[in-house]
Nanobody, 128 residues
Framework: QVQLVESGGGLVQAGGSLRLSCLVSGPPFTYYSMAWFRQAPGKEREFVAA????????SYVDSVKGRFTISRANIKNTVYLQMARLRLEDTAVYYC?????????????????????WGQGTQVTVSS
């Protein structure tokens, strides 16, 4: 059974940085497509970033481009989300998602339905 556990959330001032981690248990992580989503209070969950199992394809929602970086360490069964220049509007619960399907440029990797496995989420709060 695949399990995802997020960590690294917390309280940070606007302009600061955080790195989220998602540890995946259950084989075979190496071939899983991974993504981060987030849900702000009173809003629907939205796509943030995705990465193919090879690491050579990444995609981001426009609002985080140039500020967030998704990466993965397959040997550690971990995917990361490095967040910089955080804004108040980045406050949300951040969720890690995984799926054995291959991500391509035409995949629906930015939709929740693409992913079979989800973590419980980690809270990120950005203060002024």
């Amino acid at each position: 059974q695949v399990q995802l556990v997020e960590s690294g959330g917390g309280l940070v001032q606007a302009g600061g940085s955080l790195r989220l981690s998602c540890l995946v248990s259950g084989p075979p992580f190496t071939y899983y497509s991974m993504a981060w989503f987030r849900q702000a209070p009173g809003k629907e969950r939205e796509f943030v970033a995705a990465i193919a199992w090879t690491g050579d394809f990444t995609s981001y929602v426009d609002s985080v481009k140039g500020r967030f970086t998704i990466s993965r360490a397959n040997i550690k069964n971990t995917v990361y989300l490095q967040m910089a220049r955080l804004r108040l509007e980045d406050t949300a619960v951040y969720y890690c998602a995984a799926d054995p399907s291959v991500i391509t440029s035409t995949s629906a990797y930015d939709t929740e339905s693409f992913y079979d496995y989800w973590g419980q989420g980690t809270q990120v709060t950005v203060s002024s």
